[in-house]
Protein backbone atom coordinates (compact mmCIF):
# COMPACT_ATOMS: atom_id res chain seq x y z
CA UNK A 1 0.00 0.00 0.00
CA UNK A 2 1.24 3.39 -1.12
CA UNK A 3 1.91 6.09 1.19
CA UNK A 4 -1.04 8.30 0.10
CA UNK A 5 -3.42 5.59 0.79
CA UNK A 6 -1.99 4.83 4.15
CA UNK A 7 -2.17 8.59 4.91
CA UNK A 8 -6.12 8.94 4.19
CA UNK A 9 -6.98 6.00 6.11
CA UNK A 10 -5.39 7.33 9.04
CA UNK A 11 -7.05 10.53 8.19
CA UNK A 12 -10.64 9.23 8.07
CA UNK A 13 -9.87 6.47 11.17
CA UNK A 14 -9.06 9.67 13.26
CA UNK A 15 -11.82 11.88 11.43
CA UNK A 16 -14.85 8.88 11.96
CA UNK A 17 -13.41 8.53 15.90
CA UNK A 18 -13.69 12.44 15.59
CA UNK A 19 -16.96 12.61 15.02
CA UNK A 20 -18.09 10.17 17.55
CA UNK A 21 -21.10 11.51 19.17
CA UNK A 22 -19.12 11.56 22.67
CA UNK A 23 -16.83 13.73 21.29
CA UNK A 24 -18.99 16.04 18.73
CA UNK A 25 -21.87 15.89 20.61
CA UNK A 26 -23.72 15.72 16.94
CA UNK A 27 -26.52 13.34 17.04
CA UNK A 28 -30.28 13.76 16.30
CA UNK A 29 -32.38 11.49 18.56
CA UNK A 30 -34.72 9.93 15.76
CA UNK A 31 -38.23 12.28 16.26
CA UNK A 32 -40.11 8.89 16.10
CA UNK A 33 -38.10 6.84 18.38
CA UNK A 34 -35.41 9.19 20.31
CA UNK A 35 -33.77 6.13 21.86
CA UNK A 36 -32.07 5.85 18.28
CA UNK A 37 -29.45 8.21 17.08
CA UNK A 38 -28.62 9.60 13.95
CA UNK A 39 -24.86 10.69 13.73
CA UNK A 40 -22.61 11.39 10.90
CA UNK A 41 -19.38 9.36 11.64
CA UNK A 42 -19.88 6.40 9.33
CA UNK A 43 -19.72 8.84 6.38
CA UNK A 44 -15.65 9.00 6.46
CA UNK A 45 -15.90 5.29 6.69
CA UNK A 46 -18.25 4.91 3.01
CA UNK A 47 -15.63 7.60 1.78
CA UNK A 48 -12.70 5.59 2.59
CA UNK A 49 -14.34 2.57 0.43
CA UNK A 50 -15.24 4.95 -2.51
CA UNK A 51 -11.73 6.54 -2.32
CA UNK A 52 -9.56 2.84 -1.90
CA UNK A 53 -11.30 0.34 -0.85
CA UNK A 54 -13.12 -2.22 0.87
CA UNK A 55 -11.23 -3.48 3.09
CA UNK A 56 -9.48 -0.10 4.41
CA UNK A 57 -12.73 0.99 5.42
CA UNK A 58 -13.42 -2.52 7.25
CA UNK A 59 -10.56 -1.68 9.10
CA UNK A 60 -11.87 1.85 9.84
CA UNK A 61 -15.15 0.09 10.82
CA UNK A 62 -13.49 -2.45 13.44
CA UNK A 63 -11.15 0.42 14.65
CA UNK A 64 -14.12 2.70 15.91
CA UNK A 65 -15.85 -0.07 17.34
CA UNK A 66 -13.09 -1.01 19.34
CA UNK A 67 -12.75 2.75 20.52
CA UNK A 68 -16.81 2.60 21.25
CA UNK A 69 -16.49 0.05 23.17
CA UNK A 70 -13.33 1.97 25.38
CA UNK A 71 -15.23 5.20 25.38
CA UNK A 72 -18.92 5.68 24.47
CA UNK A 73 -20.33 2.25 24.00
CA UNK A 74 -23.87 3.73 24.79
CA UNK A 75 -26.96 1.67 26.30
CA UNK A 76 -25.32 -1.97 25.75
CA UNK A 77 -22.06 -2.07 26.33
CA UNK A 78 -22.44 -4.92 23.42
CA UNK A 79 -23.77 -1.70 21.13
CA UNK A 80 -20.85 -1.23 19.19
CA UNK A 81 -20.87 -4.80 17.90
CA UNK A 82 -24.22 -4.03 16.58
CA UNK A 83 -23.22 -0.93 15.15
CA UNK A 84 -20.20 -2.78 13.45
CA UNK A 85 -22.91 -5.01 12.12
CA UNK A 86 -25.06 -2.30 10.73
CA UNK A 87 -21.90 -0.25 9.30
CA UNK A 88 -20.22 -4.23 7.66
CA UNK A 89 -23.97 -4.87 6.32
CA UNK A 90 -24.33 -1.33 4.40
CA UNK A 91 -20.76 -2.12 3.35
CA UNK A 92 -21.05 -4.87 1.52
CA UNK A 93 -24.36 -3.49 -0.17
CA UNK A 94 -22.18 -0.53 -1.48
CA UNK A 95 -19.22 -3.29 -2.17
CA UNK A 96 -22.19 -5.36 -4.43
CA UNK A 97 -23.65 -2.43 -6.42
CA UNK A 98 -19.65 -1.22 -7.09
CA UNK A 99 -18.67 -4.46 -8.59
CA UNK A 100 -22.09 -5.35 -10.29
CA UNK A 101 -21.35 -1.36 -12.21
CA UNK A 102 -17.71 -0.87 -12.55
CA UNK A 103 -17.02 -4.43 -14.11
CA UNK A 104 -16.46 -2.72 -17.91
CA UNK A 105 -12.84 -1.34 -18.65
CA UNK A 106 -13.46 2.22 -19.08
CA UNK A 107 -13.39 3.49 -22.93
CA UNK A 108 -13.48 7.12 -24.67
CA UNK A 109 -17.30 7.10 -25.21
CA UNK A 110 -17.71 5.81 -21.40
CA UNK A 111 -15.50 9.20 -20.38
CA UNK A 112 -18.49 10.88 -21.82
CA UNK A 113 -20.91 9.91 -19.47
CA UNK A 114 -18.92 9.74 -16.22
CA UNK A 115 -20.97 12.14 -14.20
CA UNK A 116 -24.17 10.13 -15.31
CA UNK A 117 -22.07 6.64 -14.21
CA UNK A 118 -21.17 7.98 -10.99
CA UNK A 119 -25.05 9.23 -9.86
CA UNK A 120 -26.36 5.53 -11.08
CA UNK A 121 -23.27 4.25 -8.81
CA UNK A 122 -23.83 6.27 -5.91
CA UNK A 123 -28.01 5.60 -6.42
CA UNK A 124 -27.44 1.80 -6.39
CA UNK A 125 -24.82 1.77 -3.92
CA UNK A 126 -26.99 3.64 -1.55
CA UNK A 127 -30.28 1.44 -2.50
CA UNK A 128 -28.37 -1.70 -1.49
CA UNK A 129 -26.50 -0.15 1.04
CA UNK A 130 -30.26 0.52 2.85
CA UNK A 131 -31.55 -2.86 1.80
CA UNK A 132 -28.59 -4.80 2.93
CA UNK A 133 -28.30 -2.74 6.64
CA UNK A 134 -31.88 -2.58 7.09
CA UNK A 135 -32.59 -6.27 6.45
CA UNK A 136 -29.52 -7.61 8.54
CA UNK A 137 -30.06 -5.41 10.92
CA UNK A 138 -34.14 -6.01 11.69
CA UNK A 139 -33.27 -9.91 11.96
CA UNK A 140 -30.40 -8.78 14.43
CA UNK A 141 -32.34 -6.39 16.00
CA UNK A 142 -35.69 -9.09 16.12
CA UNK A 143 -33.38 -12.07 17.54
CA UNK A 144 -31.32 -9.83 20.49
CA UNK A 145 -33.76 -7.30 21.90
CA UNK A 146 -35.28 -10.15 24.19
CA UNK A 147 -32.45 -11.12 25.62
CA UNK A 148 -31.04 -9.72 28.85
CA UNK A 149 -28.78 -6.73 29.16
CA UNK A 150 -25.33 -6.81 27.98
CA UNK A 151 -27.15 -8.49 24.82
CA UNK A 152 -30.38 -7.17 24.54
CA UNK A 153 -32.96 -5.03 26.98
CA UNK A 154 -35.19 -7.98 28.09
CA UNK A 155 -38.06 -6.60 25.57
CA UNK A 156 -41.70 -8.69 25.65
CA UNK A 157 -42.01 -9.75 21.85
CA UNK A 158 -44.95 -7.04 21.71
CA UNK A 159 -42.54 -4.48 22.49
CA UNK A 160 -39.56 -6.20 19.70
CA UNK A 161 -42.77 -6.22 17.45
CA UNK A 162 -43.61 -2.83 17.90
CA UNK A 163 -40.07 -1.61 18.11
CA UNK A 164 -38.45 -3.11 14.78
CA UNK A 165 -40.61 -1.19 12.21
CA UNK A 166 -38.97 2.15 13.90
CA UNK A 167 -35.42 0.58 14.15
CA UNK A 168 -35.93 -0.53 10.48
CA UNK A 169 -37.00 2.70 9.66
CA UNK A 170 -33.67 4.00 11.05
CA UNK A 171 -31.22 2.39 9.76
CA UNK A 172 -33.08 2.70 6.11
CA UNK A 173 -32.51 6.45 6.71
CA UNK A 174 -29.47 6.47 8.21
CA UNK A 175 -27.93 4.65 5.11
CA UNK A 176 -29.79 6.99 2.47
CA UNK A 177 -27.62 10.14 3.73
CA UNK A 178 -24.53 8.17 4.85
CA UNK A 179 -23.80 6.62 1.27
CA UNK A 180 -24.33 9.77 -0.79
CA UNK A 181 -22.66 11.73 1.83
CA UNK A 182 -19.98 9.37 1.43
CA UNK A 183 -19.42 9.05 -1.79
CA UNK A 184 -19.66 12.96 -2.37
CA UNK A 185 -16.76 13.35 0.08
CA UNK A 186 -14.64 10.96 -1.86
CA UNK A 187 -15.15 12.35 -4.94
CA UNK A 188 -14.53 15.68 -3.65
CA UNK A 189 -11.34 14.63 -1.93
CA UNK A 190 -10.33 12.35 -4.79
CA UNK A 191 -10.37 15.58 -6.75
CA UNK A 192 -8.38 17.48 -5.17
CA UNK A 193 -5.76 15.31 -4.11
CA UNK A 194 -5.70 13.96 -7.73
CA UNK A 195 -6.06 10.46 -7.03
Same mark, same amino acid.
Given at each position: ?? %?? !?? %????????? %??????A???????????????? *?????P???????????????????????? #??????? $????????L???????L????????L?? !??T? +????K???? !? *?????????????????? #??T? +???? +?LRY???I?Y?????????A?? #??? $???????????????? +????? !??????
Amino acid at each position: MD %TK !KL %TIIIVFAAV %TVALNPALTGIAIPAPYAPFLIY *QIWEIPIVAAFALINLRSAVAIALMNMIIL #LAIFPGA $LITGPLYNLLATLSMLLGIYIAHKLLTR !KKTT +VEDAKSTLK !K *QTIIIIAATALGVIFRTG #LMTV +VNYT +VLRYEPPIGYAMPETAILAAIP #LIA $LFNATLALYTVPLGHI +VANAV !KKNLKL
